[in-house]
């Protein structure tokens, strides 16, 4: 008998203990062997609907209350606790008074006298009936959603953390064009699945589910059997124990390729619409700007054909400038329309090292004249370190910085400054900064900066521009693999960066492009060391211009004339042209590089073959403006490539170098 420390009477305590069991719905019984009696407590008795008995109930009475198809299981359990004298349990179902069968849960124990004989079994009685059905409610809506899953194509998993173990339906492996399995692959076998391109962003997914506690959704393409790729996407969310820590992921996939598919034709028609709008915008812009010369060009010159001879010299001047204002705008016009619709230049154009403390000393003096007008002050470029190259295209960064120094003088106030730096950042990329200290830029407007046709100018009338400079200037830096990025305060000024990766030391030295004094000018043959030419010894060196066009040859015929100290000759095709080469030994010839009969290249290269002519330097004139053409001819053993419409200063220049008295010695 067990003792108790509180002082009162055990007997209580039991009273205690059975009100309890009562209060709890636990039936106690003990059925007596030798009288086949079952004496039960009151919950028992109400467990089966019947008024409590102190005599007990028959075990046949019992038996009677018990399912038909239960009853062989009952006297199997009785039997299996007897011969292994221990507890059986089962569940068996009795019917209630109100006549509906409850699934009781019924427990036995076997109790022998001091000789070993059986005299009764002690038992428990719980009803579960509420419980069964819960639990079979549940397994029919489970079956229900794998049902539902199934036929929607989702797969579910689990995934238990502590020990790594993973569960598949069979779903999962349907998604990967698998024949299912009893077991979920490895977590190595499962990143094989996944598309090589994605499975770093795969498995920062899987670590991030691993350590959080936040529902994780992404998407990833996996590789069938067959080749083909899926796209999948994965949800899933964590199963938390008693002290809130992350036991178990439980999640689903589902195929979205379709929805990828329609996803991406709706961005396509997207774009496709937007650039239908966008080429629609250009259009109209295009038309607006090429217009606006062109009314000026051909109203000023209808003026002058109807004044005949009775405009006075300062009318007539001021006409023939509205006309070249005009056609200068629309040179400038088409100039940057062509380097903005020249797509993939980069994937072709070589790129070297371009010294940048050399580049700016070159291109700053071409802005002189425009910042002295407007009394812009322009600091001395500052290059740190002072060997500093980038890597890229001599000719385009030269482009991009006239593009900002250009912008940063119209757009400066009067008797301000620009300042141009590059130094070293050390991330292994250079910063050249261009600086003003002009009106500046509202944050709206400098958004909108890099797009064609955004113009600063329509908030100050009267700046010359067509709106696309800085949309060249990004175009440019992103064929270079480089940025522009940029910053501004209204009535402060404005600071655009130009981001360059920095050249290699073994990359090839570019300088800078543009216009080469034929004193420089490489000799005949392409990529051949560099070479003094000396003018002629004829005291009028002669310039033949092979050219098929009458009205280009009649300008570059007037402006020849100008200079008393030269003689011109011209060559309607190819072949009359190399026989004059021949026969006058011009110091210098122009070649168009279209000519009807053979193109230009060929041109030079007879007159490379022939001694007589090999070391006459020639320039490249056309009209076809493209880089790659430009390149090209360069690379062919031109001296310099000249682009129609003809810039006379730069004609000018080459004359003065072709004219100059002989170098002594």
Not at 386 to 404: C, E, S, T, Y
Not at 411 to 439: C, F, M, P
Not at 634 to 660: C, H, I, S
Request: charged share 25%; glycine share 6%.
């Amino acid at each position: 008998m067990p003792t108790f420390d509180s002082p009162q009477d055990p007997s209580f305590d039991l009273e205690q203990l059975h009100l309890a069991l009562d209060m709890s719905g636990v039936g106690i019984w003990r059925m007596d062997i030798a009288r086949q009696v079952v004496h039960a407590n009151a919950a028992s008795f109400r467990l089966l609907g019947l008024q409590p008995r102190v005599s007990g109930l028959a075990v046949e009475a019992i038996m009677s209350l018990i399912h038909p198809e239960d009853r062989a299981g009952v006297e199997e359990a009785a039997h299996r606790s007897r011969q292994l004298n221990q507890a059986v349990e089962l569940v068996s179902r009795f019917r209630h008074r109100d006549g509906r069968w409850r699934h009781v849960l019924s427990r036995r124990m076997p109790i022998r006298d001091a000789q070993g004989h059986l005299v009764s079994f002690f038992g428990m009685l719980l009803d579960v009936t509420e419980r069964l059905r819960d639990e079979q409610r549940l397994r029919d809506a489970n079956q229900r959603i794998a049902l539902i899953a199934r036929t929607a194509g989702i797969g579910t998993w689990e995934w238990d953390l502590p020990d790594g173990h993973s569960r598949w339906d069979e779903q999962m492996f349907l998604l990967r064009g698998l024949a299912p399995q009893p077991r979920a692959p490895s977590l190595e076998q499962m990143t094989r699945l996944v598309h090589p391109d994605d499975r770093d962003r795969v498995s920062q997914q899987i670590f991030r589910a691993s350590a959080g506690d936040e529902i994780t959704q992404y998407e990833f393409r996996v590789l069938l059997p067959d080749g083909s790729v899926r796209w999948l996407a994965s949800r899933s969310m964590p199963v938390l124990d008693e002290q809130g820590r992350v036991v178990r992921r439980i999640g689903v996939n589902w195929d979205i390729t379709a929805a990828r598919a329609a996803e991406q034709e709706r961005q396509a028609a997207a774009l496709a619409q937007r650039e239908s709008e966008a080429k629609s915008e250009l259009l109209a812009r295009m038309s607006h700007e090429l217009r606006t010369p062109l009314n000026a060009i051909l109203g000023f010159t209808e003026l002058m054909l109807a004044a005949g001879d009775r405009l006075d010299e300062p009318a007539r001047r001021s006409r023939l400038e509205h006309i070249q204002s005009a056609g200068r705008h629309l040179l400038a016009l088409i100039n940057d329309v062509l380097e903005l619709a020249r797509p993939g230049a980069e994937a072709t154009h070589p790129l070297g090292a371009v010294p940048l403390a050399p580049l700016l000393a070159d291109t700053l003096p071409l802005v002189e004249g425009p910042a002295a007008e407007r009394q812009i002050r322009l600091h001395p470029p500052v290059v740190e370190p002072p060997d500093l190259a980038a890597h890229g295209d001599a000719l385009w960064i030269r482009q991009v910085l006239l593009n900002l120094l250009t912008n940063a003088i119209k757009y400066n106030r009067r008797g301000g400054w620009v300042q141009v730096t590059a130094r070293a950042t050390s991330d292994e990329r250079l910063l050249v900064t261009v600086r003003d200290s002009g009106h500046g830029m509202t944050q709206e407007a400098l958004e909108r900066a890099f797009e064609p046709f955004q113009r600063a100018a329509q908030r100050h009338p009267g700046v010359p521009g067509v709106g696309i400079g800085l949309a060249v200037v990004r175009t440019l830096m992103q064929r270079m693999g480089g940025e522009v990025t940029a910053r501004s305060v209204v009535g402060q000024g404005s600071e655009f960066e130009l981001w360059l990766r920095r050249a290699d030391e073994d990359e090839p030295l570019l300088g800078p492009s543009g216009f080469i004094p034929l004193e420089e000018a490489p000799p005949a043959g392409a990529g051949g060391p560099r070479s003094t030419v000396r003018p002629a010894p004829s005291p009028r060196p002669l310039l033949l211009y092979i050219e098929d066009n009458e009205v280009n040859v009649m300008i570059v015929q007037e402006l020849a004339e100008r200079r008393p100290g030269l003689r011109f000759a011209a060559a309607p095709d190819g072949r009359s042209g190399l026989a004059m080469a021949v026969d006058l030994a011009p110091a210098l010839i122009l070649l168009d590089m279209q000519l009807p009969d053979m193109p230009g290249t060929e041109v030079l290269a007879r007159l490379r073959a022939d001694p007589r002519t090999a070391r006459i330097p020639c320039i490249a004139l056309s009209a076809n403006a493209m880089r790659e053409d430009i390149h090209a001819a360069l690379a062919a053993g031109f001296v310099d490539y000249w682009t129609k419409p003809l810039d006379f200063e730069l004609f000018n220049r080459a004359m003065d170098a072709l004219l100059q008295p002989p170098m002594a010695g």
